[in-house]
């Protein structure tokens, strides 16, 4: 079986585009909570459970919190306005948004389209892209070290990111900051990485990102995506403890 991050040669390529959508681009939230960049159970599932406990001792709803746009459902038409695919077009899905390194390296993309409410260029300057490639630097790793020569990001409109924050990366990099209705049109897209980026998205909208991934109506491969049970109402004594001790 083919190893769904195969390198693609120059022959079998359809375009050199690599479209990566954040599912936190349809979120909002009035959690000042910034995830982690560990991506692993505790942070995907059992900080929620704790988190949900302390918010319910305090007596209130960590669900109160989170909002889910309903654009979601009519996002994949609006994107094949302005993109490009074709059979050859490789879709992804994955939990952490650092496979997009991988991804562009080995379709060998130059292009990276980024709907997210995060740049992912490294926070903290250019001494970020020193580390080893996470869900909070890919992007700018990519850039860095030539492997990608541009970069469109739109920006969830939820985002409480400015472009002011990556002034370091913006003076040396291609970067564009734009919207989807300022893009080209008919712009070619070799693959596509869906990310649930379950560290800063909550477990109970994982039904619905699935009928997002549904929605695009193209094969896809799974890589690390982690089932998540959200119910809280089942929850022993010996739950909460092992919650709270995450």
């Known amino acids: 079986m083919r190893n769904p991050l195969e390198t693609v040669t120059r022959g079998e390529e359809i375009g050199i585009g690599l479209l990566s959508v954040d599912w936190d681009y349809f979120v909002f939230t009035e959690s000042t909570y910034q995830g982690s960049y560990l991506e692993n159970k505790r942070s995907l599932i059992d900080e929620w459970y704790k988190r949900y406990i302390i918010s319910r001792q305090k007596g209130k709803d960590l669900r109160d919190l989170y909002r889910l746009s309903p654009e979601f459902r009519s ?52 001494s970020a892209l020193n580390f080893e490639v996470n869900c909070a630097n890919w992007l700018g790793k990519l850039l860095k070290e030539g492997i990608i020569e541009r970069a469109f990001i739109i920006y969830s409109p939820y985002t409480v990111e400015n472009p002011e924050y990556f002034k370091a990366m913006n003076s040396r990099f291609n970067i564009t900051y734009t919207g989807l209705d300022s893009l080209k049109r008919w712009s070619d897209v070799s693959a596509i990485h869906i990310c649930r980026s379950g560290a800063w998205v909550p477990p109970w909208f994982d039904g619905e990102f699935m009928e997002f991934v549904g929605i695009l109506d193209m094969p ?18 010996a739950d909460r403890i092992n919650y709270m001790l995450a």
Do not use: C, Q
Request: glycine share 4%; aromatic share 18%.
């Open 220 to 237: 896809y491969e799974k890589i690390n995506l982690m089932e998540r049970k959200w119910e809280p109402e089942k929850m022993s004594l």
């Open 75 to 126: 996002f994949w038409k609006k994107i094949k306005e302005y993109f490009k695919f074709s059979d050859s077009t490789k879709v992804y899905v994955s939990d952490s948004h650092s496979l997009s390194y991988e991804i562009a390296a080995k379709n060998h993309a130059d292009t990276v389209y980024l709907f997210d409410a995060h740049s992912d260029l490294g926070y903290g300057g250019m």
